[in-house]
């Protein structure tokens, strides 16, 4: 996987988030104020601008850190300043030009310590970390257990998606969906929803759609 790569996977995160647009912010209707899908679809796609003008010879961590930038000025919302984040934390840690399982790892590892140092959340409280949690050591996993990058990029698209499921029971203890206590429960929280797109746009990138 390459800076090209990189793109791409914004690119596809990208489509598959301003498919989604009203979906998740119906679900931000429903526990939040309704703008995260817009709000991220937006973003996304000033991030992929952003990335076609960067010179052909980018690094990955230049295409991911100024994904993250351009997320944190264009999304607004608590979502874009935690993806901003870990996309810049992601990248800061790609030190070389061909990134292999174990360097992705080592990002998307980077990703979720950047959220959770921004945003204090833990697993179990209905937020995006839900999610990347369980994606970061699904990825992990797959890898120990001889996974090339696609394949571990499937698990982590996987086990991101079931974080987001077990969202739905939870109650929020985080983000605006916490101020409303025990009626959040019941509700898929949207972050947890917009991570399972990205992990699965990953998975699309390197090969993994199965
Ligand atoms: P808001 O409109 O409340 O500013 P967004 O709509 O942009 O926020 O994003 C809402 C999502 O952000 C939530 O569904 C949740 O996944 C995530 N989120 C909010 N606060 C936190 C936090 N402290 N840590 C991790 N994720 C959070
Ligand atoms: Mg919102």
């Given amino acids: 996987m390459n800076a090209a790569d990189l793109t791409a996977w914004i690119r596809r995160a990208a489509e598959l988030v301003a498919a989604d647009a009203e979906r998740l912010t119906e679900l931000d209707a429903a526990i939040g104020d309704g703008d995260h899908g817009h709000n991220l679809a937006r973003g996304l796609a000033a991030a992929v601008d952003v990335l076609d003008e960067l010179p052909a010879d980018a690094s990955p961590q230049q295409v991911l850190t100024t994904a993250g930038r351009t997320l944190v000025s264009k999304t607004g919302g608590a979502s874009g300043a935690l993806y901003g984040m870990a996309l810049r934390r992601a990248g800061k840690a790609l030190k ?47 890898r120990h257990e001889g996974a090339d990058l696609a394949g571990a990029a499937r698990a982590a698209a996987a086990a991101a998606e079931e974080g987001a499921q077990a969202t739905v029971p939870m109650q929020a203890r985080k983000g605006r969906a916490s101020y409303l206590g025990p009626r959040s429960v019941g509700h898929l929280d949207p972050g947890a929803a917009s991570t399972a797109l990205i992990l699965r746009a990953l998975a699309d990138v390197t090969g993994g759609e199965g």
């Fill in 96 to 142: 070389v030009d061909e990134i292999d399982a174990r360097w992705l790892g080592a990002a998307l590892r980077e990703a979720l310590a950047g959220v959770q140092d921004l945003g204090k959340a833990e697993e179990g409280d209905k937020t995006m970390v839900d999610a990347l949690a369980r994606a970061v050591a699904a990825f992990d996993a797959a």
